[in-house]
């Protein structure tokens, strides 16, 4: 049975038909951390940028990996959006959890975007 954590989680992927493996794991506080853990995982350690559109009506999570760059500029045209902002902190964030992505299954634009409701 899952724990509240889990459903808010979870639910979400599982209501969107959206396939996940659960890898439960103590919090990581280091980037070395999270590197032995992505290796333990045959993953791609990745970074989330998490951000908004001008007017927050638009929310973005945006996965980045290891060694790869960005500009945002080119994010901008990506999700048809103007000025980007990053990590608000008056915001709080919908996804209350880090991703990895498995070896193989890396796209260099993953990006999850998430609409307020009106």
Known sequence: MLTNKEIQIYGPLQ??????EGFPHPPIVTLD???????????VAVKDLFGEAPKK???FL???????FFTGKALQETLGAGHLTFGDKKIKRPFPVSFAVKKGLYRPWNCFLVRNKP
């Open 15 to 20: 209501k969107l038909k959206i396939l996940y």
């Open 57 to 59: 009506k638009l929310f």
């Open 62 to 68: 945006f996965l980045l990996a290891e060694g790869e």
């Open 33 to 43: 951390e999270g590197l032995a853990l992505a290796e333990t995982m045959k993953a």
